[in-house]
């Protein structure tokens, strides 16, 4: 069972950067497409972007296309999220989650949160005006 720690979250100003990395736990990490997802105060959690395998294939959400990259290091067992020109309605807890698969391509159902398999804790990105 893969079990998944998000960390990198924090209070930064509208504008700023952070990168939040989510460390898997075992040496299967690289069989699974990763999501990141995020649910804000009184919202439903909504998908953010995702990766395939190898790292080939991503997908982003609109509202955050050209400000956030999501990336992958199978050496390491960690994808990350690098936020960039971050608002304040970026502001949420953020979740990573892993998706075991045989394909080496996204799906459009990888912006579902029924796709993942495994997800993490959770790690609080708060953006302030």
């Known amino acids: 069972q893969e079990q998944l720690v998000e960390s990198g979250g924090g209070l930064v100003q509208a504008g700023g950067s952070l990168r939040l990395s989510c460390a898997g736990s075992?040496?299967?990490?690289?069989?699974?497409?990763m999501g990141w997802f995020r649910q804000a105060p009184g919202k439903e959690r909504e998908f953010v972007a995702a990766?395939?395998?190898?790292?080939?294939?991503?997908d982003y959400v609109d509202s955050v296309k050209g400000r956030f990259a999501i990336s992958r290091d199978n050496t390491k067992n960690t994808v990350y999220l690098q936020m960039n020109s971050l608002k304040p309605e970026d502001t949420a807890v953020y979740y990573c989650a892993a998706d075991r698969t045989f394909s080496n391509y996204l799906a459009s159902s990888h912006r579902l949160e029924r796709k993942y398999e495994y997800w993490g804790q959770g790690t609080q990105v708060t953006v302030s005006s």
């Open positions: 990766i395939s395998r190898s790292g080939g294939t991503t």
């Open positions: 075992t040496r299967s990490f690289s069989i699974y497409a």
